[in-house]
């Protein structure tokens, strides 16, 4: 394991981490009565927490027996409040680095471990949303969704 160059934690320190910007988008289903309006179910806090994947699978979780269209809506930020005391605790470890998408975890008396988000997520360790903000240089795509597989529109070419 390379040594960490990120922010370091002790044990009960307040730990903060923010994902690689562009890793995740806003979900809003949409009916199609106002294509530009403002007017969508805003579910940026709840796929922010879903940080534990590719998109594809979280839509066929979270959409599988939806069938109508959804709008993607780029991200630039999230930050979340991470919760490690208990896992430090329980395995022995003293510090934790935070370097990107990484945590690398020390401790005088246990083997360094590295480990990413969705890792720990795995092991229950809370990841609780503080922050977070739109893309104002983002893009917003539509899609239709049945039953949990996604399909892009394309326009019909005229013969």
Same mark, same amino acid.
Request: with cysteine; charged share 25%; aromatic share 20%.
């Given at each position: 394991?390379?040594?960490?160059?990120?922010?370091?934690?002790?044990?009960?320190?307040?730990?903060? !981490?923010?994902?690689?910007?562009?890793?995740?988008?806003? %979900? *809003?289903?949409?009916?199609?009565? *106002?294509?530009?309006?403002? #007017?969508? #179910?805003?579910?940026?806090?709840? !796929?922010?927490?879903? %940080? *534990?994947?590719?998109?594809?699978?979280?839509?066929?979780?979270?959409?599988?027996?939806?069938?109508?269209? %959804? &709008?993607? !809506?780029?991200?630039?930020?999230?930050? @979340?409040?991470?919760?490690?005391? *208990? @896992?430090?605790?329980?395995?022995?470890? $003293?510090?934790?680095?935070?370097?990107?998408?990484?945590? @690398? +975890?020390?401790?005088?008396?246990?083997?360094?471990?590295?480990?990413?988000?969705?890792?720990?997520?795995?092991?229950?360790? $809370? +990841?609780?949303?503080?922050?977070?903000?739109? $893309?104002?240089?983002? !893009?917003?795509?539509? +899609?239709? %969704?049945? &039953?949990? &597989?996604?399909?892009?529109?394309?326009?019909?070419?005229?013969?």
């Amino acid at each position: 394991m390379s040594s960490p160059s990120g922010q370091k934690f002790k044990i009960d320190d307040v730990i903060y !981490w923010s994902p690689p910007k562009g890793d995740y988008v806003t %979900i *809003d289903v949409y009916s199609g009565k *106002d294509a530009f309006g403002e #007017n969508y #179910n805003n579910s940026a806090e709840e !796929w922010c927490v879903q %940080i *534990d994947g590719e998109l594809a699978p979280f839509i066929f979780m979270m959409f599988e027996t939806f069938c109508g269209f %959804i &709008k993607l !809506w780029s991200r630039r930020y999230a930050t @979340y409040y991470v919760d490690l005391s *208990d @896992y430090m605790n329980e395995f022995g470890y $003293d510090a934790v680095f935070v370097d990107g998408d990484s945590f @690398y +975890f020390c401790g005088n008396e246990v083997e360094n471990y590295k480990a990413d988000a969705q890792e720990l997520k795995g092991e229950s360790v $809370d +990841f609780n949303i503080q922050d977070y903000g739109d $893309d104002c240089c983002g !893009w917003c795509d539509l +899609f239709y %969704i049945n &039953k949990g &597989k996604m399909f892009t529109l394309n326009e019909v070419e005229e013969a």
